[in-house]
């Protein structure tokens, strides 16, 4: 199992990042929801994927409700938006307005679930890629459900060569709040990548 | 065009999706026929566009971030259908409707990097159907739920209408198997809350059973148009409780029941028909109970022959100690009368009151064997010697006083009785022979018992008869008066005439005025006929005063019945003197003992008005009444009349001699005119004269006559042959009155 160890200045200049990113974000979000959004990134940290166990809940055996997009290009990694199932629905609920009954997330709910999720990774990649001057191809989004084990599990590759990099995120809507985690899963080469492409962002900032 | 190329596009306008792509200026580069024919801009048209210039206003807020994302950062997006389902103004035909119809959209924003320059294609799904299945999913949802919730409610509804109903209810399988009982229920038989055991219908109803071969349950009265059936229902304690119930089926899969605890109502029914069959005053039966526990012991009569024994009971005289003492000491009589006359009886007798002063005493077994039939001789005596003993007895309770208001009141009864045996006919019958003993009781002088025999029917149909007739004989002039010559020691004249009346019926000839006067005080008929009498007489002694046949001092004498011996009688009496046109002088009245002694106080008052008046008042049979001599000093009385019964055996009878001669002294030292009856030997004459008795009256002189032989008696004067010689003394100033 590898670790990597991020600099204090590495994730402070990441969260200033991903909050820029998630401004826009919230402000489509705004829009689309016809309430009055806010989205806050409050820490930023990096973990092996054993130990990333969600910490939305306590419990590690709780059903998520995720979207994820696979992106790939300067580095590649699979980008999650994860939220505890019930508040899922709650968000779509306000979104499309919905009365359903509470276990049925039909075609249009995961879509519109999806979209939201969309939103807020697109708009964390465009600014990465903007601030970082960085290539990055994002893919279509899907919608999975299952442990938070079970989630960042999937895919390809040795789950011992990869990180996460997670960043818990409040949603705030005048109805209430919602709880939501974003995270960056990477193989160890390409944090390292990216983390490269940060410290070139903060040699120019600095100088 | 390269063959892959030419398929390409075939293919590319073949997809049943939209698709466009736009180049870094948001010009359109690619445009497919299926967007053509949505979109009604065909890819002619719509290459080298710019696609805000296509469609104005849709490519802004999501559409247009998700436009940049792609072409800038080669981001993808989705545009869910939910959020965002009408971004291109797009149509298709609708074939159910008839018409062009939106298409609602699904959109892919994919980037394109071709060689160094970035594309941006659109993807459009229609999703209209999957919206609208969507919808009808939902609406089919959305009634499901509320069907649920109106069951539910619907459902706790019922149970709640179940649960809380006051009746039982319960339901059972086909088989009796006890599926559910409401809290009623349980409370009903018993059977605690947390109690799960296994229950069958017939732990609870053991009356029903299983119809064998059918499986179902026999018994179960389903029709309730004639009431609730009813059973005797088990409790789980093993108490049996009756019950009523209702029983229904449900869908053939069971059967649900209702039912009443009748504890209850059974209580009340006992005590309501214990205040029908009792009387409220004594607490004795009423004349209800009294008519099923007869019409019960003639029957057992008849068909077992037991014998029995029928009461009636009437108590003497009790209006007039209801008119005197008024009705609560007469409610309060009664109540003691029927203390006493329980305590004369067997438990298993009946004592009833009828009603008024009316009691009925059934006597059930007294004393014949059992099975004999018919009843024998000695069965009956064993039973009648039963009865007479138990007879005895009221008699004897009325031997002592009543404590009624703080008085001492005397009663008694008068007792009619019926032996009831296989020979009783009906319990009509056996009321009617009672009822004839009764009566007789009655006429043998009250405060006795009779028993029925044969011979009573016919002086009893005699009467009746009597009775009936009487009512018309005024009318039909067939009561007439007869006159007595009353004749004066001192004078030997006619001093006085009693008048009597006589009934000549139509075809029982003359009927004896000892059977008949009864019967006219009794019907009433004696105050319409007194004043007949006082009339009639009145009119024929100023006939004779007329014709000069008697003198104007010779009074006639009319018998007054105590029962017209009230107030009325003044009038009577005043009206038959004015309209005969006759002085009071010629008028006198004659009263027996018994009369006077009855009511003292009002007596005195009516006997001074008549003496008031100027009539003669004279004491009729005297000497045989219960009577005090004090009174003689206190009534207006002008003369005495010795009871035949001293005068007829005078001569051979040393006591009615003495008893005559006495009276005749009495008389005498008190100023009383004494008059003597029933004078028929010459031998009693002669004693009554040297008596010194003031008047004769007897067959000896004549019998009552009618007018013209009366006349013929007066003018002829035979009698005088027979008179004594006139003797002097004192004694003779008394005829001439007071």
């Known amino acids: 199992m590898k670790t990597l160890k991020l600099s204090e200045l590495q994730l402070d200049t990441l969260a200033e990042i991903f909050n820029i990113g998630i401004g826009s974000a919230a402000a489509s979000l705004s829009e689309m929801i016809n309430e009055d959004v806010q989205l806050s990134i409050p820490s930023v940290s990096c973990l092996p994927v054993m130990q990333a166990s969600s910490t939305l809940t306590g419990d590690q055996s709780a059903i998520l409700s995720a979207v994820e997009q696979h992106f790939s290009g300067e580095f590649e990694g699979t980008a999650f938006l994860l939220f505890p199932k019930g508040e899922s629905l709650e968000l779509v609920r306000r979104l499309i307005s919905s009365d359903l009954p509470l276990e049925e997330l039909s075609e249009f709910e995961e879509d519109a679930l999806k979209e939201v999720g969309n939103v807020i990774l697109n708009a964390c990649f465009y600014t990465i890629s903007n601030m970082l001057d960085c290539h990055l191809d994002g893919d279509i989004p899907n919608h999975v459900q299952g442990s938070c084990q079970e989630i960042l599990g999937r895919g390809d590759g040795d789950i011992d060569e990869k990180v996460v990099l997670m960043l818990s995120m409040t949603f705030s809507i005048p109805s209430g709040d919602i709880n939501g985690e974003i995270s960056y899963m990477m193989n160890v080469k390409s944090m390292q990548n990216f983390l490269r492409i940060v410290d070139t962002y903060l040699t120019q900032i600095i100088s | ?738």
């Open chain 2, 1 to 738: 065009m390269h063959s892959t190329t030419r398929l390409s596009t075939a293919a590319f306008d073949l997809l049943n999706v939209g698709v466009l792509i736009i180049d870094q200026q948001c010009c359109v580069v690619e445009w497919n026929e299926w967007l053509s024919k949505s979109s009604a801009v065909s890819a002619a048209a719509a290459k080298g566009q710019r696609l805000d210039e296509i469609f104005p206003d849709v490519v802004r807020g999501r559409l247009g971030q998700a436009i940049t994302h792609a072409l800038d950062a080669q981001l993808s997006s989705t545009l869910s259908s939910a959020i965002n389902r009408f971004v291109f103004p797009l149509t298709k035909f609708d074939g159910s409707s008839l018409q062009q119809v939106p298409i609602a959209q699904s959109l892919l924003i994919k980037p394109i990097v071709e060689a160094a320059d970035s594309y941006c294609m659109i993807c459009i799904h229609d999703v209209t159907e999957t919206v609208k299945r969507e919808g009808i999913l939902r609406e089919k949802s959305n009634q499901l739920q509320k069907l649920a919730k109106d069951y539910e409610v619907s459902e706790q509804r019922s149970r709640g209408i179940i649960e809380s109903s006051l009746d039982s209810v319960l339901t059972f399988t086909l088989e009796g198997l006890v599926q559910s009982l409401n809290p009623a229920a349980r409370g009903m038989f018993g059977i605690a809350d947390e109690r799960e055991a296994v229950l069958s219908i017939f732990d609870l109803l053991p009356e029903l059973s299983v119809k064998k071969d059918i499986g179902v349950l026999e018994g179960l009265v389903i029709d309730v148009s004639n009431g609730w059936p009813k059973l005797m229902a088990r409790r789980i304690d093993g108490v049996e409780i009756p019950v009523e119930y209702s029983v229904s089926y449900v869908d053939d899969l069971f059967y649900t029941m209702v039912l009443h605890d009748l504890t209850e109502r059974e209580a009340v029914e006992k005590r309501l028909k214990r205040l029908a069959q009792y009387d409220g005053l004594t607490g004795l039966a009423n004349r209800r109970l009294f008519t099923e526990v007869l019409a019960t012991t003639v029957m057992r009569a008849r068909q077992h022959g037991e014998l029995s024994a029928l009461m009636l009971l009437d108590l003497d005289r009790f209006k007039s100690i209801n008119d005197s003492m008024g009705h609560e000491a007469g409610d309060e009589l009664l109540s003691q009368v029927s203390s006493r006359l329980e305590g004369c009886f067997r438990d298993d007798d009946l004592v009833a009151r009828l009603g008024g002063d009316e009691f009925a005493i059934v006597l059930n077994s007294v004393g014949g064997s059992r099975g004999a039939q018919p009843t024998d001789s000695v069965s009956m005596d064993v039973g009648v010697g039963f009865v007479t003993r138990a007879a005895e007895r009221v008699v004897g309770v009325f031997s002592e006083p009543f404590n009624l208001q703080g008085r001492e009141v005397f009663s008694s009864a008068s007792i009619g009785i019926a032996m009831c045996s296989t020979d009783t006919e009906s319990e009509a019958r056996l009321t009617k022979c009672a009822d004839v003993a009764l009566y007789a009781a009655k006429d043998q002088g009250r405060n006795n018992y009779q028993f029925y025999t044969e011979n009573l029917d016919k002086a009893c149909e005699i009467k009746l008869g009597l009775e009936n007739n009487l009512h018309h004989a005024l009318k039909n002039r067939e009561l007439m008066l007869s006159y007595q010559p009353q004749i004066s020691r001192a004078t030997g004249e006619i001093c006085g005439v009693e008048a009597l009346l006589r009934w000549r019926h139509p075809s029982k000839g003359n009927i004896s005025p000892e059977v008949f006067v009864p019967l006219l005080e009794a019907t009433g008929l004696i105050q319409q006929v007194g004043e007949w009498v006082l009339s009639e007489a009145c009119m024929q002694r100023k006939r004779w005063q007329a014709s000069k046949l008697l003198s104007d001092s010779c009074p006639m004498a009319v018998n007054i019945s105590g029962k017209q011996f009230n107030g009325a009688l003044l009038d009577a009496v005043r009206k038959a003197m004015g309209d005969a046109g006759i002085e009071p002088c010629m008028l006198e009245v004659e009263l027996t003992e018994s009369t006077l002694m009855e009511k003292t106080q009002e007596t005195n008052a009516l006997l001074n008005e008549l003496s008031g008046m100027g009539v003669a008042i004279s004491i009729d049979d005297f000497g045989t009444g219960y009577s005090s001599l004090s009174y003689l000093k206190d009534f207006p009385v002008t003369s005495l009349k010795v009871d035949k019964s001293f005068v007829i055996d005078i001569i051979d009878n040393d006591s009615s001699s003495s008893i005559a001669e006495a009276v005749i002294a009495l008389a005498h030292t008190m100023g009383l005119k004494v008059v003597a009856e029933g004078v028929e030997t010459q031998q009693a004459l002669d004693v009554l004269s040297r008596f010194e008795c003031d008047v004769f009256q007897g067959f000896l002189f004549s019998k009552a006559l009618n007018v013209e032989d009366f006349e013929c008696f007066a003018r002829q004067q035979h009698w005088q042959s027979l008179m004594p010689p006139v003797s002097s003394g004192p004694s003779n100033n008394v005829i001439s009155g007071h």
